[in-house]
């Protein structure tokens, strides 16, 4: 069975890839995750904020140093905690390049142009495969309409394009008024994939101590189904590469973004609860489904329930609705 796809440019050894996380921070278990089979490798992602807080603890400290004595302001030692996120990415980035086989996509994660030309250019000259650009913009300004948020996404994506040659993938959110539309906007400016979708992780209230609360919950399977429509909708009509994220679980959760038209399935929440190992079960279970099938490659069977070749295109838009608000009775759920 040929498992064999093409994301980014990149020929993979089968679809399944580990997207963003923490599993990436050790050497040893992205070694374990390459061994369970993953095809390629989506490292922790690089924030923002954390870099633009770097640089605030650096410009205190060499101030603070200069109102010192002034025979003391050329010599400026750094103490080891004061090594940048940026610089502990990097130096993570070449390990992972050196011990692993399989291509090392980095991720970066803000909502501003500003310094991701510069960190753009230095995950490629690090040896990144691929960049993804994780655009984590929640819109709560009342003055900031729909087409200046997506503004922002495809400028980002139009700036770094002018410097950096690896192939990019846009992690979108689906909070768009027209998500087909920006993708092939995004796909005209030079994404060579897009990624659907996002996670926004919710804040929530504790109604005992009064306080706004972060909130962690990990993905379940009902989730990748607004992905799989999408998915299914756009395939055929851009020629980027498709990844589907959040949500996926097994080898039914894979299976059906393929059939629906992804190039890969990044996979996380279900790697975070069960380990690496948990890839191999799904590659085994996709295998077995596959030889049973009529389909003799991942190629032939991505995209042969994308809305473009279903019997029945309406499944995907509206009519679908109707039809299930229609047919429901009470009970049916139980």
């Known amino acids: 069975m040929d498992l064999r796809t093409t994301y980014l440019g990149l020929t993979l050894k089968n679809p399944l890839v580990p997207s963003a996380s923490p599993l990436s921070r050790s050497l040893d278990t992205a070694k374990q995750l390459e061994d369970a089979g993953a095809a390629a490798l989506v490292m922790y992602s690089l924030f923002e904020e954390e870099l633009q ?3 605030e603890v650096m410009d205190d400290y060499l101030h603070n140093q200069a109102l010192g004595h002034a025979e003391a302001t050329s010599f400026l030692p750094l103490h080891d905690s004061m090594r940048s996120r940026q610089a502990s990415y990097l ?10 086989e399989i291509p090392v996509i980095a991720s970066l994660n803000g909502v501003t142009p500003g310094g991701w030309v ?3 250019k230095a995950l490629q000259q690090a040896g990144a495969d691929a ?11 009342m ?3 729909g087409a200046e948020v ?7 994506l139009h700036e770094l394009r002018q ?5 990019i993938a846009m992690k979108l959110s689906p909070q768009f008024s027209s998500i087909a539309n920006l993708v092939g906007h995004l796909e005209r400016v030079g994404a060579a994939g897009v990624s659907l979708f996002n996670r926004f992780y919710q804040p929530d209230i504790d109604i005992d101590s009064l306080r706004v609360m972060p909130q962690l919950r990990l993905s379940s399977p009902a989730e990748s189904l607004l992905a799989m429509r999408w998915i299914a909708m756009l395939h055929g009509r851009v020629k980027l590469s498709l990844a589907a994220t959040g949500g996926i679980h097994d080898h039914t959760g894979a299976l059906k973004m393929l059939l629906a038209g992804a190039d890969v399935v990044h996979l996380c929440s279900t790697l975070l609860l069960h ?12 295998e077995a489904w596959l030889e049973e099938s009529p389909y003799e490659s991942v190629e032939q069977l991505k995209g042969v329930l994308s809305q473009r070749h279903a019997g029945d295109a309406s499944a995907y838009a509206r009519a679908n609705y109707l039809q299930l608000l229609n047919s429901y009775l009470p009970g049916m759920d139980t």
């Open 53 to 55: 807080h770097d640089q």
């Open 118 to 120: 510069e960190h753009g």
């Open 143 to 145: 003055t900031v309409s």
């Open 163 to 167: 410097h950096v040659s690896l192939p």
């Open 275 to 286: 380990g690496p190992q948990r890839l191999t079960q799904i590659l085994r279970d996709m």
């Open 131 to 141: 960049l993804e650009l994780n655009v984590y913009y929640i819109a709560g300004d």
């Open 150 to 156: 997506e503004r922002r996404y495809i400028d980002l």
């Open 91 to 100: 130096e993570q980035l070449q390990r992972l390049k050196q011990a692993l």
